[in-house]
Nanobody, 119 residues
Framework: QVQLVESGGGLVQPGGSLRLSCAAS????????MGWYRQAPGKQRELVAT???????NYADSVKGRFTISRDNAKNTAYLQMNSLKDEDTAVYYC?????????????WGQGTQVTVSS
């Protein structure tokens, strides 16, 4: 099993910044990608950004140029730097870790952290 612990959410004004952290522990060998998803009230969970262990990053169009994902593989931690935040970024942000084998893909999720953008 993999445990993911998120931190860094909170209330911020439009145009502000926040940094989310996600620390992975447990059976972390073979974790291929770590990333962030978010879910706003009444909406489906959506991809925000992911980063592979090899350094390949992927972003949702809505956050490109504003959010940056990074990983510290030595600390088994992923970060999401969020700048120029907008009201529509308000959501619960979930950390995700994905393990891939030849036969299976397993996803692990954190408990979520609330990000509220409001004046």
């Amino acid at each position: 099993q993999v445990q993911l612990v998120e931190s860094g959410g909170g209330l911020v004004q439009p145009g502000g910044s926040l940094r989310l952290s996600c620390a992975a522990s447990g059976s972390i060998a073979g974790i291929y990608a770590m990333g962030w998803y978010r879910q706003a009230p009444g909406k489906q969970r959506e991809l925000v950004a992911t980063a592979t262990s090899g350094g390949i990053s992927n972003y949702a169009d809505s956050v490109k140029g504003r959010f940056t994902i990074s990983r510290d593989n030595a600390k088994n931690t992923a970060y999401l730097q969020m700048n120029s935040l907008k009201d529509e970024d308000t959501a619960v942000y979930y950390c995700n870790a994905q393990r891939r084998t030849i036969l299976t893909t397993t996803n692990y999720w954190g408990q979520g952290t609330q990000v509220t953008v409001s004046s």
